[in-house]
């Protein structure tokens, strides 16, 4: 069905929010064919990673998807809502918005059937109660009815956006050392770190958010008799480029189009990532990851971070790596080298990095990777899911 949609997105974590509400816009302009509506409050935000998108643009269009920039005041005339209307992460659509939704089911025939399907796209997670919750719906007094998507890891979940034809342009990306080292050299690697990248040295990509203890693994890392090459976007780990020498070699790199940073996972040998868009991403990149979970109060997100392990078919090391890197301390001292946290995420690096624990954990990866892609991905189980409920009227 060529569904007309309307997807709000308000930037909140500056790129994973417009990360996964840009992949899931175009995935359903370009998979079920639906027409596309994105509204987002932060283009500056969303032109870090789609460098095309014009930030002071109120309309434009772009990959075959309509983008109006969500401002206090809705745009006039109002755009008459779609048939699926998709809030992710209960960002809640403007009143102005819900009003002519409202409208639509209090038309002639007073049905609130004639009203959008309504979607609160939720974060992911891999706790057990997500596949209870998953397209459940809520009543409001207005009588709207709105549905809860959670995107997950099981089949009784709305699965993890990737598009088709994505294993095949990864492999063989991963296949060519040259093609790879062609593609850092366009990010403006210097001759040094692409000559480093030739000779087969450890690539390890770094996306965290500000608690990691950076300084740590950069310590422990400049001390191994092996030598390692750490790719960081601009912005991420200030100060890090100081811990560089030994046998850890830094470079920089710019934040790109999202298809540039799958293709910089694909580099890589261990991704260490945030959020939700770039560990659903490095999980596709088929190679071993950590991923660092959005720190909450109370260690909330080390409940989150045990359900992904459970799922995660790595060794334990790899699984003591994830604990160490997530449970750094509020005070940066406490992860500093020669610090009991950073002596502890030493000693999961090195255990981790060692054989045959890393062989076994490059496998799992690859397993994954192959298994998480078995079955229709989220924007497919979404367009399947909102089609039938469009039947049911």
Same mark, same amino acid.
């Given at each position: 069905?060529?569904?007309?949609?309307?997807?709000?997105?308000?930037?909140?974590?500056?790129?994973?929010?417009?990360?996964?509400?840009?992949? @899931?816009?175009?995935?359903?302009?370009?998979?079920?064919?639906?027409?596309?509506?994105?509204?987002?409050?932060?283009?500056?935000?969303? /032109?870090?990673?789609?460098?095309?998108?014009?930030?002071?643009?109120?309309?434009?269009? =772009?990959?075959?998807?309509?983008?109006?920039?969500?401002?206090?005041?809705?745009?006039?005339?109002?755009?008459?809502?779609?048939?699926?209307?998709?809030?992710?992460? &209960?960002?809640?659509?403007?009143?102005?918005?819900?009003?002519?939704?409202?409208?639509?089911?209090?038309?002639?025939? =007073?049905?609130?059937?004639?009203?959008?399907?309504?979607?609160?796209?939720?974060?992911?997670?891999?706790?057990?109660?997500?596949?209870?919750?998953?397209?459940?719906?809520?009543?409001?007094?207005?009588?709207?009815?709105?549905?809860?998507?959670?995107?997950?890891?099981?089949?009784?979940?709305?699965? @993890?956006?990737?598009?088709?034809?994505?294993?095949?342009?990864?492999?063989?990306?991963?296949?060519?050392?040259?093609?790879?080292?062609?593609?850092?050299?366009?990010?403006?690697?210097?001759?040094?770190?692409?000559?480093?990248?030739?000779?087969?040295?450890?690539?390890?990509? @770094?996306?965290?958010?500000?608690?990691?203890?950076?300084?740590?693994?950069?310590?422990?890392?400049?001390?191994?008799?092996?030598?390692?090459?750490?790719?960081?976007?601009?912005?991420?780990?200030?100060?890090?480029?100081?811990?560089?020498?030994?046998?850890?070699?830094?470079?920089?790199?710019?934040?790109?189009?999202?298809?540039?940073?799958?293709?910089?996972?694909?580099?890589?040998?261990?991704?260490?990532?945030?959020?939700?868009?770039?560990?659903?991403?490095?999980?596709?990149?088929?190679?071993?990851?950590?991923?660092?979970?959005?720190?909450?109060?109370?260690? &909330? =997100?080390?409940?989150?971070?045990?359900?992904?392990?459970?799922?995660?078919?790595?060794?334990?090391?790899?699984?003591?790596?994830?604990?160490?890197?997530?449970?750094?301390?509020?005070?940066?001292?406490?992860?500093?080298?020669?610090?009991?946290?950073? =002596?502890?995420?030493?000693? /999961?690096?090195? &255990?981790?990095?060692?054989?045959?624990?890393?062989?076994?954990?490059?496998?799992?990866?690859?397993?994954?990777? &192959?298994?998480?892609?078995?079955?229709?991905?989220?924007?497919?189980?979404?367009?399947?899911?909102?089609?039938?409920?469009?039947?049911?009227?």
């Amino acid at each position: 069905m060529s569904l007309r949609a309307d997807l709000f997105c308000r930037v909140v974590d500056n790129y994973g929010d417009i990360g996964v509400c840009w992949r @899931l816009a175009r995935r359903l302009a370009q998979g079920p064919g639906w027409r596309m509506r994105l509204w987002v409050d932060d283009l500056r935000a969303f /032109a870090r990673i789609q460098p095309s998108i014009d930030p002071t643009a109120a309309r434009q269009r =772009h990959t075959g998807v309509e983008i109006i920039h969500w401002q206090e005041n809705a745009p006039s005339p109002l755009p008459v809502p779609g048939d699926v209307v998709i809030e992710a992460f &209960a960002c809640d659509p403007p009143a102005e918005f819900v009003d002519a939704m409202r409208a639509q089911a209090a038309g002639p025939s =007073h049905d609130a059937s004639a009203s959008p399907v309504w979607i609160n796209l939720e974060y992911l997670s891999a706790e057990d109660w997500v596949a209870r919750f998953h397209t459940l719906s809520s009543q409001r007094p207005d009588g709207l009815v709105k549905y809860f998507f959670f995107p997950g890891f099981t089949a009784a979940t709305g699965g @993890l956006l990737r598009e088709p034809g994505l294993t095949a342009e990864r492999d063989a990306l991963q296949a060519s050392r040259e093609a790879q080292n062609d593609f850092l050299r366009g990010l403006g690697l210097d001759q040094a770190a692409l000559a480093a990248h030739r000779q087969g040295v450890r690539v390890l990509s @770094l996306f965290c958010y500000p608690r990691a203890p950076t300084d740590a693994l950069a310590h422990t890392l400049r001390r191994r008799s092996d030598s390692t090459l750490i790719l960081v976007p601009e912005g991420v780990a200030p100060g890090l480029d100081e811990q560089a020498g030994g046998a850890l070699r830094i470079a920089r790199v710019p934040f790109v189009a999202q298809p540039d940073f799958d293709r910089l996972l694909w580099c890589a040998d261990l991704n260490f990532v945030r959020g939700e868009d770039s560990f659903v991403r490095a999980a596709w990149a088929a190679r071993p990851l950590v991923w660092h979970i959005y720190p909450q109060d109370g260690s &909330a =997100h080390l409940e989150k971070l045990e359900a992904w392990l459970a799922h995660y078919p790595a060794p334990d090391t790899a699984r003591t790596l994830a604990r160490a890197w997530n449970c750094a301390p509020r005070n940066p001292d406490a992860t500093a080298p020669g610090s009991p946290q950073a =002596h502890r995420l030493g000693q /999961a690096l090195e &255990a981790a990095l060692a054989e045959p624990a890393w062989s076994a954990w490059q496998a799992a990866a690859h397993a994954w990777d &192959a298994q998480q892609a078995t079955g229709p991905d989220l924007a497919d189980k979404l367009a399947i899911f909102c089609a039938e409920k469009l039947k049911t009227r």
